[in-house]
Antibody, heavy 123, light 105 residues
């Protein structure tokens, strides 16, 4: 019953900051103590994990993006945010938020995905 | 950084079994999972922890992982199985394969 919905500007200029929000709703009213991830997919290309935020507050970022990325969650745990600074054309992609199932040595996977939002970086 | 390699495309006849491979250094020591992505849609989790299916995923989909290779097997392939398939593992972060386009013809 969890639903994820990404939102944010669809067009940015180079050097601007990408800011996206993932709104999480649970029609069953269950607890919102989940782990979340942001994943992107450039047009015609494969998926790329950007980073994750865990219910404990711990953060993981892809090493090559770490200097530009911030993931956060609001106090109600219903909105997960992504900020990516100093964007270039190579950041053009569909951005997904997803629930991250983190089981440590037993693996990690993403079992629920939002519909994604296309962000284009162009001057 | 860790890499996962998939064949760009796999073709199969309707009703036959399709196998999609995913290769990575000592992948068998990690857990692999698989996603299906139809055109214009979000990825859907098919297999996790090498061979487990989430609720709602047909038994036709199965997985294995040993040595350097994980395999997604689709039995009795149907035309609506045409999609892109991605493997994924965790190595200091999420790592996805390049994706395989499955054609059923």
């Amino acid at each position: 019953q969890l639903q994820l919905q990404e939102s944010g500007p669809g067009l940015l200029k180079p050097s601007e900051t990408l800011s996206l929000t993932c709104s999480v709703s649970d029609v069953s009213g269950g607890p919102m103590n989940h782990d979340w991830a942001w994943i992107r997919q450039p047009p015609g290309k494969t998926l790329e994990w950007i980073g994750s935020i865990y219910n404990t507050g711990r953060l993981d970022y892809k090493a090559s993006l770490k200097s530009r990325v911030t993931i956060s969650i609001d106090t109600s745990k219903t909105q997960v945010s992504l900020k990516l600074r100093s964007v270039t054309a190579s950041d053009t992609a569909v951005y997904y938020c997803a629930r991250h199932q983190n089981y440590g040595e037993l693996g990690d996977w993403f079992d629920l995905w939002g519909q994604g939002t296309l962000v284009t970086v162009s001057s | 950084s860790y890499e996962l390699t998939q064949p760009p495309s796999v073709s199969v006849s309707p009703g036959q079994t399709a196998s999609i491979t995913c290769s990575g250094d000592n992948l068998g020591s990690k857990y692999a999972c698989w996603y299906q992505q139809r055109p214009g849609q979000s990825p859907v989790l098919l297999i996790y922890q090498d061979n487990k299916r989430p609720s709602g995923i047909p038994e036709r989909f199965s997985g294995s992982n040993s040595g350097n290779t994980a395999i997604l097997t689709i039995a009795g392939t149907q035309t609506f199985d045409e999609a892109d398939y991605y493997c994924q593992a965790w190595d200091n972060g999420g790592v996805f394969g390049g994706g395989t386009k499955l054609t059923v013809l």
